[in-house]
Structure formats: C-alpha cells, structure tokens
C-alpha cells in the first residue's frame, strides 16, 4: 500500500515561488512514476506533468514547461515540484498521484494511476 502526503502549498505573491512535496510512506516507492495534477474551482482537473521512477525523465505540460521542475529523492519516498514565477492561473488545489504502468508518464491516463494524494491548496495573488 502506498500513501502520499503533499505539502508545501500556500499564499504567494504572482512571480513567486513554491515547492510542494509529494511523501510516500510506502515502501518501494521507487517503483512508481509519479504525476501531479492541479484543478481550480470549476474546472477539471489538469495534468501538470510528471517523472519518472528513477527520475531521469520529466514531463511538463505546455503552461508550466520552463517555470516547474520535477523532481524526485527516492531515498526519502519524496517527489518534488518546483513551481517558479507563479502566475494568478496557477492557483489550484496540487495533487500527486502514483503509478506503475510499463509506459511513459506523459502516456498515463487517469485511471493508471493507483494511489493519490488529498491535495494541498495553491494560492496566487495578483
């Protein structure tokens, strides 16, 4: 069983940053490739991008690529998201989710991924 717990959100200013963590508190997390998505009041929920389970490969969807960074420290069940020059639209309830499908994150659908995170809240000012 694998349990994720994101962190790290909060209020910042437009053009700041935040970094969310993503902590399983199962073992073998190294197996799973990690996606984390992102849904505003209203709107559905969007995928943000993903990494790999040894992280060397980072997927970015085309509104964050160049502001987020993915990244991943195996040896603490930890996944990071480094969000820089945060805009108004990026402001969302964050999630992680895990999975370990023999495919590229970016080819993930929603229903592979097995485990989720509750969330942690984004807020952007402008």
């Known amino acids: 069983q694998v349990q994720l717990v994101e962190t790290g959100g909060g209020l910042v200013q437009a053009g700041g940053s935040l970094r969310l963590s993503c902590t399983s508190s199962g073992r073998s997390f190294s197996n799973y490739a990690v996606g984390w998505f992102r849904q505003a009041p209203g709107k559905e929920r969007e995928f943000v991008g993903g990494?790999?389970?040894?992280?060397?490969?980072?997927y970015y969807t085309n509104s964050v690529r160049g502001r987020f960074t993915f990244s991943r420290d195996n040896a603490k069940n930890t996944v990071y998201l480094q969000m820089n020059s945060l805009k108004p639209e990026d402001a969302a309830v964050y999630y992680c989710?895990?999975?370990?499908?023999?495919?590229?994150?970016?080819?993930?659908?929603?229903?592979?991924?097995?485990?989720w995170g509750q969330g942690t809240q984004v807020t952007v000012s402008s």
């Open positions: 989710a895990a999975g370990n499908k023999p495919k590229q994150i970016r080819d993930y659908a929603l229903s592979d991924y097995d485990y």
């Open positions: 990494v790999s389970r040894e992280g060397s490969t980072t």
